[in-house]
C-alpha cells in the first residue's frame, strides 16, 4: 500500500530518485510507470523524416517564352502616414466609377484593377499595412512589381517613407514616386524630392532614372501622368506571364463572410482561374464555387495579374502571401494539405527534440537501466500489467462529489515506423488532463499481434493503429475479445480522435 500511494502521487520527474530507494520486487510497478510516464521517444531516438514530399504540390518551372503574353503590373501603395495612401488609393478607384466603366458597389477584396488608356490595365493591391505584401516578401514571393511611394509636398521624407525605400529595395521591387498634397499653400514638391536623395532615391527631376508625379490625391489631380508613369515603368520591366498551363496566384486577403463562407482574394501570376478549378494554399484546398472583382461582379476566368474574390476554400483559411497551386483533383489536394499539416506538426517535434535534449539523456539512461533490471529479475509483464489494471479501477473509484475525480482512457499503439511512432507519443504527450488521463499501455512498431489482443482485452484498452494493416485473423479475433481497432493514417486524424475520445470522458460540469 505504501507503494500505491507513491504511485497515486508519482511525479514524472521524480520516478527514478523513487526507484532508487525502494526494495527491488517493488520496482517492477514503478519501472512500467516510469516507462510509461517518460517519453518513450527517449528510447527510440528522433523522430525519423517521413519521406513524402513528391505529395506536395510544386510551383511549374520557366514557361516556354512563346507562351508568354504581356500582363498589367501588380501596385502596391506605401508612405508615411497620413501623407495621402487611402486618398490616392480612393482616387485612382474613383477614377473608375467615375468613367462609368462600371455600376456595381465597390467592397474592400483588397485589390482592384483599374483600366487605363489604350485598354491597358493596372493592379492595385490596397491591404492596410501591407500585411499581404510583407508575408509575401517574408515567404520569398513577389507580391507586388512596383511600389508607388507617396511622399507629402508638404512634408518629405518621414521615418515610414524610409521603411518602405527599404522595404522595397530588400525585396528589389521597382519604385515610382507620387509628390502628393501638391494642392496645399505651403507644399514644396522640390523640397520633398531634395528629401529622398539621402536614402538614395534621385528622381528624374534631379537627374536620376525614378519617375516622380505630382499629384493632389484629394483634388484628384494628375493622376493620368501618374497612372502613365506606371504603364511606363511596366513596360520598362516587360511584364509576362503565361495563360496556359496549371493555375498558380498569390494570395492577398481571406476573411469569413456571412452566408458564402471562407472566401481569399487572390491575384493570379500563372494560367487561367475558373469555376471548378481545384487550389491549394497553406493548409487548405478549394474547388473553385464563385468568383468575384471588387465590384461584386461575377467573374468567369481570371488571367495573370488578375484580383479576384474565390469563395469554396475548405478546412483552415489560407494566410494572406500564402503561394496557391493548382491541383489536378481534390484527392491531391487533400493529399498535400495533408502532408503540409503532417509537416508542421513534424517539424514542432523536431524543434521540441532538440530543446529537450538534456533531460532526454538522463531520462533514457534511468529508462534503459530500470529496463534492463526488470529483464534481468526475469519479471513476467502479466503481473505488472495486473497492477497497471488494478490501478486504474481504483483511479476510476475514487470520487469526489459523488463523480469520478477522473476517467481513465487506455490506449495501445502500433505504427509502420518508429519515426511515426515517435511523433505520436510526443503529440499523446500534450493531451493528459486532470480529469482524464491517458494512459498507454504499449506501443510497438509492426501490425498488431495477438498478444497485443490480448493485451488490450485484459486492460480494456482502444487499439490505435497507423499506417500498418491488421489482418483478417487478428480482426476476427479482436472482435472476439470486444476489443476495439482504430486504424489511422494521417496524425492529425488520430490525434483528433484521441481527443474527441479525451473530452467525450471529461466528466460533466454543474
Ligand atoms: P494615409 O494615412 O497615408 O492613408 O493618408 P490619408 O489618405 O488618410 O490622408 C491623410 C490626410 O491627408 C486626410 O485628411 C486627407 O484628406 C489628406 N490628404 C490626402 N491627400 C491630400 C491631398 O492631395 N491634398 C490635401 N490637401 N490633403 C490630402
Known amino acids: 500500500s505504501e507503494i500505491t500511494e507513491i504511485l497515486e502521487n508519482i511525479d514524472r520527474r521524480n520516478v527514478d530518485a523513487i526507484i532508487g530507494d525502494l526494495p527491488l520486487d517493488d520496482v517492477s510497478i514503478l519501472q512500467t510507470t516510469a516507462a510509461f510516464s517518460f517519453k518513450p ?3 527510440n531516438g528522433p523522430p525519423k523524416k517521413v519521406e513524402q514530399e513528391d505529395a506536395d504540390l510544386r510551383p511549374q518551372g520557366e514557361a516556354s517564352s512563346k507562351d508568354l503574353e504581356r500582363r498589367p503590373p501588380i501596385v502596391t501603395i506605401m508612405g508615411h502616414v497620413d501623407h495621402g495612401k487611402t486618398t490616392l488609393l480612393d482616387a485612382l478607384r474613383n477614377s473608375q466609377i467615375a468613367a462609368g466603366e462600371f455600376g456595381g458597389i ?64 530588400d525585396a528589389n521591387v521597382q519604385l515610382v514616386v507620387a509628390v502628393n498634397k501638391i494642392d496645399k499653400p505651403n507644399a514644396d514638391p522640390m523640397r520633398a524630392m531634395r528629401s529622398l536623395l539621402e536614402h538614395d532615391v534621385v528622381v528624374e527631376q534631379l537627374g536620376g532614372d525614378i519617375q516622380c508625379v505630382e499629384v493632389s490625391a484629394l483634388q484628384s489631380r494628375n493622376l493620368p501622368a501618374l497612372q502613365d508613369a506606371l504603364l511606363l515603368q511596366a513596360d520598362l520591366m516587360d511584364l509576362k506571364a503565361t495563360k496556359k498551363g496549371n493555375v498558380e496566384a498569390v494570395i492577398i486577403e481571406s476573411s469569413v463572410i456571412h452566408g458564402i463562407g471562407k472566401v481569399c482574394t487572390l491575384v493570379v501570376s500563372r494560367g487561367t482561374l475558373k469555376k471548378g478549378c481545384v487550389l491549394v ?32 476554400w475548405k478546412d483552415e483559411l489560407p494566410t494572406p502571401g500564402d503561394l496557391v497551386l493548382e491541383a489536378e483533383t481534390v484527392d491531391r489536394a487533400q493529399k498535400a494539405v495533408n502532408l503540409r499539416i503532417e509537416k ?58 459523488g463523480s469520478p475525480k477522473f476517467r481513465l482512457i487506455v490506449i495501445l499503439i502500433r505504427t509502420d515506423v518508429e519515426g511515426t511512432l515517435e511523433a505520436i507519443l510526443e503529440i499523446l504527450n500534450t493531451y493528459n488532463s486532470e480529469q482524464c488521463k491517458l494512459q498507454l499501455v504499449d506501443f510497438e512498431v509492426g501490425p498488431p499481434t495477438e498478444k497485443d489482443i490480448e493485451l488490450a482485452k485484459e486492460t480494456g484498452a482502444t487499439l490505435y493503429t497507423f499506417n500498418v494493416e491488421t489482418t483478417t485473423k487478428i480482426k476476427q479475433r479482436a472482435d472476439a475479445a470486444g476489443v476495439q481497432i482504430d486504424s489511422f493514417n494521417v496524425i492529425y486524424r488520430m490525434v483528433e480522435a484521441l481527443k474527441g475520445e479525451l473530452s467525450a470522458r471529461l466528466p460533466k460540469r454543474t
Not at 509636398?153 to 517613407?161: H, I, L, R, Y
Not at 494554399?281 to 474574390?309: F, Y
Open 281 to 312: 494554399a497553406g493548409n487548405s484546398w478549394c474547388r473553385v464555387k464563385t468568383m468575384h472583382d471588387e465590384n461584386g461582379k461575377i467573374v468567369l476566368v481570371a488571367s495573370p495579374s488578375q484580383p479576384v474574390r474565390v469563395s469554396g
Open 106 to 169: 465597390t467592397q474592400h477584396i483588397g485589390a482592384f484593377s483599374v483600366e487605363l488608356t489604350k485598354g491597358r490595365r493596372v493592379t492595385f493591391l490596397d491591404t492596410p499595412g501591407h500585411a499581404a505584401f510583407a508575408s509575401m516578401r517574408a515567404r520569398g514571393a513577389k507580391g507586388a512589381d512596383i511600389v508607388v511611394l507617396v511622399v507629402a509636398a508638404d512634408d518629405g521624407v518621414k521615418e515610414q517613407t524610409a521603411q518602405s525605400i527599404k522595404f522595397a529595395k
Open 41 to 43: 521517444r527517449f528510447v
Open 344 to 401: 508542421t506538426m513534424r517539424e514542432k517535434a523536431d524543434r521540441d527534440w532538440e530543446e529537450t535534449k538534456d533531460q532526454r539523456d538522463k531520462a533514457r539512461e534511468t529508462y534503459l537501466s530500470n529496463r534492463q533490471q526488470l529483464l534481468d529479475r526475469g519479471q513476467r509483464f502479466g503481473s505488472t500489467l495486473r497492477s497497471i489494471v488494478h490501478r486504474n479501477q481504483r483511479m476510476e473509484k475514487d470520487v469526489e462529489d
